[in-house]
């Protein structure tokens, strides 16, 4: 574990600060990929690949909106994940291009993870919220900000929490394949390439699902086949 401590450490308190401009404070979209990715990249030293990173994390959730009490899948926490896995796996000698597409197919579960966070705070939210407004109806308003920062601080520990368990899981598996199948490694890297996200952009759209499923399936097909050097 000590040759990415150090990283794992740095991508879990800035996603649980990035965090927080999803629903507790600014909301200036720094959150999005397309921003948290690249400045986490310049962080752990591999800039270009993490702007790839959140350029593929961005088109593939761009669709993915919060309406009404729906709460969709974030693209946070993978592309942290992933450019975490890349600043971690380049050691390995399968190039930086090719671990940052592989490192995209391997964080995906993370998002499930960012979900569900999401979710159990937004649950635990909801009492301080009642606290609040009761404070602030008593014109209590100090007492009020209290509870604005105590839901701030839960916020960052739950996200800083849950990356750093879920960055510890996902590079110590990542790490084993990319030393063990250097092989499969470049079939995920293969994977990684624009067929496997075109079928997997339509699935997140929430649109036709059938068809998007088809797409998905189509997409990994592809993606390996390519990696494999078959032309189709």
């Not at 400045?39 to 993490?50: F, H, I, K, S, T």
């Not at 090719?98 to 569900?116: C, G, N």
């Not at 996200?159 to 790490?175: A, D, H, K, W, Y």
Request: positive net charge; proline residues 5%.
């Amino acid at each position: 574990m000590s040759g990415f401590l150090a990283p794992l450490v740095i991508t879990s308190v800035f996603g649980g600060v990035v965090s927080l401009d999803r629903t507790c404070f600014g909301q200036f979209m720094v959150s999005r990929p397309i921003v948290a990715a690249p400045l986490l990249g310049l962080l752990l030293g591999y800039p270009n690949e993490a702007v790839f990173i959140g350029l593929v994390y961005e088109l593939l959730f761009l669709r993915s909106l919060p309406v009404g009490a729906h709460v969709p899948y974030h693209p946070l926490f993978p592309s942290l994940i992933a450019v975490l896995i890349t600043a971690v796996t380049a050691r390995f000698g399968l190039g930086t291009v090719q671990s940052a597409s592989a490192a995209i197919v391997l964080s995906l579960p993370s998002a499930v993870v960012d979900r569900i966070v999401d979710l159990s705070w937004r649950r635990s939210n909801e009492r301080l919220v009642t606290r609040a407004t009761a404070y602030v109806r008593l014109e209590k308003f100090r007492a009020a900000r209290a509870v604005h920062f105590i839901s701030l601080g839960r916020s960052f520990l739950m996200n800083t929490v849950s990356l750093f368990l879920t960055g510890i899981f996902l590079v110590s598996i990542c790490s084993s394949i990319f030393s063990a199948f250097p092989r499969f490694s470049l079939l995920l890297a293969g994977a990684g390439v624009a067929p496997f996200f075109v079928g997997l952009a339509g699935l997140t759209s929430g649109k036709v699902k059938g068809r998007a499923w088809l797409g998905f399936t189509c997409g990994l097909v592809a993606g390996v086949l390519i990696s494999l050097g078959i032309r189709l």
